[in-house]
Each structure stands twice: as C-alpha cells, then as structure tokens.
C-alpha cells in the first residue's frame, strides 16, 4: 500500500511545491533547471505581484467577499438545517430532495439567473453584488449538514429550554448552535474555499470593474501583462493559497470530527 500512496502522495504535492519554490525564482532559474532551490531568493517577485500587478486590491476584494458571504452562508445554513432537521411539516421531504437535486447542478447553469438577479436588485457592479452571489455556493451542502446534526439531537433540550421562556431565535443561538461547532466549522471551510477560489461567478460579475477583480480573477488576468514573468505569476498564486491553508490547519480538527460525526450517523 505504501509503494501506491507515496508516488500518489508525491503527485498532489508536487504542484504546490513547483509554484512555491517557482516564486522566488527567475524565468530561466525555474525552466533551465530541475532544481527545486535556487542560491538566491527573488523576494522580489511578490513585491511586484502585490503592487504592481494589484494582487494588494484583488487580495482585499477577496477577503471582503468571503468574509461577508461567509457569515451570510453559515447564518442562512444553520437556520435553513434547525428548521429542517428539529420541525416537521408538508414538504419537507420534497425540499430536501430539491436541496440534494441542486448540489450537482453545475454552476455554469446559474450564471444566466444570478447576473439577472443581481442587476434587478441594483448591486451590479458591486462588491456587495459578488458577496451575495457566492453565499449561494455551496451553502446547500451546508444545509444538509446542519440538518442531519440537528435531527439527531434530543428533543428534550429544546423542551427544556422552552419550559424556560425560550424562543425559536433563542433555543437555536443558545442551545443547538453551541454544539455544532465541527459542523459550523465544516461549513466554513466550504464556503471559504469556494468563495476564495470561485473564478467564474466573479469574473462575470466584475467584466465591466476590473478594479472589483477576486484574486482568482487577477492572477488570470496577469497572463497578458506578465505572462513571460513566471516568478510574479506563480508568487501571485502563493498568496492566493496560503489563506486556505492557513484556515485549515487551524479548523482541522473540528472539520475532522465533522466528517467523522457524519459517517457515524
């Protein structure tokens, strides 16, 4: 087994340490050797990737789109699962088998109806407009998950605290969400890595604002301007991963006991 995992393990891993190891290189340093280091280190490659490409503003226009449609996706997933999985009532099968219906519907379908939506409602050529755009991503997934957690919970806690004088808002911000932390966690991480790394929804969105550009976006565009320069193009897409990274290690363990949770049910 370990003779097939290693060379597996080698082939994911090989491309992230191509484009580490590549943006701190020149253009003949990464395609005249097979050398992974190199004697001296171009820092400089990301000090042009972030200013004069204008990784720095795609960066931050990234960070407020996932930020925001972080807390819209997890807010609207949690509540959407509460009331799936704790409350019964006509058609909710029905809705569920939608919901699971939809997860394999490619995104590309969608483009169409969302642009129509987002200029109805008056945020095209907006932040804002991408934001709302992506909190619909994968928020679906987000909502079977919290809904099966739910569902198995006791349904004396909820008694419990309604003999106490507690309200819907109030049962499920003081009693289920707390204890759907790997579930929470989970869904976080989803629709991080969906919003930080989506490149169709935001290049359609932001075709007549270049300056509104995601980093996915941006690094694509660098093809014109710095398509011979190697070293920005893969330091661009360096710091475009280290945030997932970075989010990951720290939320491992609660997505791990998520996963675990969910093969357990």
């Known amino acids: 087994m370990t003779v097939v995992l290693v060379p597996l393990a080698l082939a994911w891993v090989y491309p992230f340490v191509w484009t580490l190891t590549s943006s701190v290189k020149s253009n003949q340093e990464i395609f005249g050797s097979v050398n992974p280091f190199t004697s001296v280190l171009r820092i400089g490659n990301y000090a042009a990737a972030w200013e004069q490409a204008e990784i720095g503003r795609y960066f931050l226009n990234t960070v407020f789109v996932t ?25 909710k099968k029905v809705i569920i088998g939608v919901f699971a219906l939809v997860v394999f519907l490619p995104e590309g379908y969608t483009i169409i109806p969302i ?8 945020l095209s050529g907006s932040l804002w407009g991408v934001t709302l755009a992506e909190a619909g991503g994968v928020s679906i997934i987000s909502v079977l998950l919290f809904a099966g957690f739910f569902g198995q919970l006791p349904k004396e806690l909820e008694e419990s605290a309604r003999v106490d004088g507690a309200g819907f808002l109030r049962i499920f911000a003081t009693v289920y969400l707390p204890l759907a932390k790997p579930v929470t966690a989970t869904a976080v991480i989803l629709q991080f890595m969906h919003s930080w790394n989506d490149f169709l929804l935001p290049l359609v969105l932001t075709l007549t604002r270049p300056d509104l550009r995601t980093l996915s976006v941006g690094i694509y565009a660098l093809r014109d301007e710095y398509f011979s320069d190697w070293g920005v193009m893969t330091a661009a897409s360096t710091l475009a991963l280290l945030p997932i990274i970075v989010l990951f290690l720290f939320l491992q363990r609660y997505f791990v006991e998520s996963i675990a949770g969910a093969v357990k049910g």
């Open 67 to 91: 930020g925001f449609s972080i807390l819209i996706a997890v807010t609207t997933s949690a509540l959407m699962g509460y009331v799936l999985g704790r409350y019964r009532f006509v058609g």
């Open 115 to 122: 642009y129509d939506l987002i200029e109805r409602i008056g």
